[in-house]
C-alpha cells in the first residue's frame, strides 16, 4: 500500500487559504447576481406597472370569478346537472373539431415549410452566405411575429373564418420548425454526405441519401411537439374571429355564461391532456426507434 506523504505546514496553510479565497469569491458572485437580478426585477416591475398592493387588494375578485364558474353538481341529481352543464355539448365538439383540424393543417403547411427551408439554411450543406443569411432571416419573421398578430392582418384581408388561423399557425410553425429542422441538419454526421458528394452526386441526392435517414424521427418528434403547441394556438385564435372553440369561449366569457366558461375551459383542457399523452407516446416511440439503428 502506498502511504501518503503529509504535505508541508506553509504548502497546506497555502492551500486552506486559497480554498478560503475561491470560496468567498464564489460567494460574492453569487450576491452580487442575486442583487443584479433583484435590481432588474424591480425596474422591469416599475416600467411594467406592477402594483403589489393593487394585486393584493383585487385578488379576491380572481378567485370569486374562479367560484362563480364552477357548476353546481348535486350527488342526487348529478346527471341532470351535468347535462345541464354541457347544455352544448353538440356544437362546442363540432367547434373543438374545427379547432383540431385547424391546428393539425396549419402544422402540416408549417412543417413543409419548414422542410424545404431548413437544408438552404443549415450551415454544413449550404456554401452560400447568402443564401443561407436570407432563409435564417425569412425564418426568424416568421416565428417571431406572433401567431394571433397574422390571424388579425389575415382577418383584414381574408374576413372571418377558420382558413384566417391556419394561415396564422402555418406561417409561425414554418418559422419555429424550420430553425429546429436546421439546427439537427447542422449536427449530422458529415461522413456519408462527403461520400456522396465525392461520387458527384447532386445535392439533392445528397440531402435525399446522406441527410434525410439520419434527421426524418428527429423531425417527425418535433413535429409532433409542434402540433401540441398549435393546438393551445389555434384555441386562442377564435378570440380574433378565426372560428373553432376559442370564439365560442369569447363569446361566453363576454357574456357572463359562467357555467359554459367553466364547461368550454373542461374540455379544452381534456383534450389537450389526450394529445399531449398520445404524441409523447409517439415521440419517445420515434426517439427509441432511432436509438436502436
Known amino acids: 500500500m502506498r502511504r501518503l506523504t503529509p504535505l508541508p505546514p506553509q504548502r497546506a496553510a497555502d492551500l486552506v487559504g486559497r480554498y478560503a479565497a475561491e470560496r468567498a469569491g464564489a460567494r460574492r458572485r453569487v450576491l452580487i447576481g442575486l442583487a443584479v437580478m433583484a435590481v432588474l426585477v424591480v425596474l422591469a416591475g416599475y416600467a411594467a406597472e406592477v402594483r403589489p398592493l393593487l394585486l393584493a387588494a383585487n385578488i379576491d375578485k380572481f378567485t370569486a370569478y374562479l367560484g362563480q364558474i364552477l357548476p353546481v353538481l348535486r350527488p342526487a341529481h ?71 398578430v397574422f390571424a388579425l392582418i389575415f382577418v383584414i384581408a381574408f374576413g372571418l373564418g377558420p382558413m384566417v388561423g391556419v394561415l396564422a399557425l402555418a406561417i409561425h410553425t414554418t418559422g419555429a420548425l424550420g430553425k429546429l429542422f436546421s439546427e439537427v441538419v447542422e449536427n449530422i454526421d458529415m461522413k456519408p454526405v462527403e461520400g456522396l458528394t465525392g461520387t458527384g452526386a447532386s445535392w439533392v441526392e445528397t440531402v435525399r441519401f446522406a441527410v434525410l435517414p439520419q434527421v426524418l424521427s428527429n423531425f417527425a418528434s418535433y413535429a409532433l411537439l409542434r402540433f401540441e403547441i398549435n393546438v393551445r394556438g389555434a384555441g386562442v385564435m377564435g378570440f380574433v374571429g378565426a372560428g373553432g372553440i376559442g370564439q365560442e369561449l369569447l363569446i361566453a366569457i363576454r357574456n357572463f355564461y359562467y357555467s359554459d366558461v367553466s364547461a368550454i375551459l373542461l374540455l379544452i383542457v381534456l383534450t389537450v391532456f389526450a394529445i399531449d399523452l398520445g404524441t409523447e407516446k409517439l415521440r419517445h416511440h420515434l426517439i427509441g426507434a432511432e436509438g436502436t439503428q
Open 78 to 148: 348529478l346527471g341532470e346537472d351535468v347535462a345541464e352543464w354541457y347544455w352544448g355539448l353538440p356544437k362546442w365538439l363540432k367547434l373543438l373539431g374545427e379547432t383540431l383540424l385547424m391546428a393539425y393543417l396549419g402544422t402540416l403547411l408549417g412543417a413543409v415549410g419548414g422542410f424545404v427551408l431548413c437544408f438552404v439554411a443549415a450551415g454544413n450543406l449550404v456554401r452560400s452566405a447568402a443564401l443561407r443569411f436570407a432563409a435564417k432571416r425569412y425564418l426568424e419573421i416568421c416565428r417571431t411575429v406572433p401567431e394571433i
